[in-house]
């Protein structure tokens, strides 16, 4: 069973919605003309672990450092995540997205219910009717969405319609789900499927300003950063130095 398909599998526990009618308001995405979305993942199948505890402190960190949003790993069983780190991230005060591997419209309302601004959806892990219902519950929460592609199949089935108030992104990641292995070149060869009408990040293998320059040359308008920022000795300087190349390289 290749990873995707053991996540896909897994069971996940219902959280309590709290949202109610009385929704509280969440930070916007963060704009400009190349966004990072920092990460932060306390353990990755692919590299083990990458630290432990310190989730406030690091999303200030990143938020002071100019990132758009902060993305928080929930999923507990191969990231070692929860809600309460999402929690944690979203008492920053930065926007901050979920990121698991979601498949029904009650776990975006699980995270709508703590504050988070935002879901990532991974489009090959839901047909067409789910993928709908999973945008139209963001697009209710008033929550963007980070919608996750591999290949040019799954970039076709992103050009979907949104109403929501917050942005729809288009996420590229050149990390091959059965192996875990990163592939830069992938971001090269889809360059040409990128859809125009949406912003589209690059997410896994962002290690260098240089790498975030040259994405922003080949269409890309931001970038999802976590191995590279929980590893950096300075990681809101890398965080600077990332966005300053792709917007130089958007120039």
Known sequence: MDFLAEMEAASWERVPDEVGSERPQIPALGEGPFRLIAEIKLRSPAEGSLGTGGVAERAAAYRDAGAAAISVLTEPSRFDGSMADL??????????????????????????????????????????????????????????????????????????????????????????????????????????????????????GVNHPEDAARLARWGYRGVLVGTALMRAPDPAGRIRELIAAGVDGCA
């Open 87 to 204: 929690a944690q991230a979203v008492g920053s005060g930065a926007p901050c997205m979920r990121k698991d591997f979601l498949v029904d419209p009650q776990q975006v309302w699980e995270a709508r219910a703590v504050g988070a601004s935002g879901v990532l959806l991974i489009a090959r892990l839901l047909d067409e009717p789910a993928l709908r219902g999973m945008l139209d519950a963001a697009a209710e929460a008033g929550m963007f969405v980070l919608l996750e592609a591999f290949d040019a199949d799954d970039l076709a089935r992103c050009r979907v319609p949104w109403d929501g108030v917050q942005p729809l992104l288009i996420g590229v990641n050149c990390r091959d789900l059965r192996t875990l292995a990163v592939d830069p070149h992938r971001f090269e060869r889809l360059a040409a499927h990128l859809p125009p009408d949406r912003d589209v990040l690059a997410e896994s």
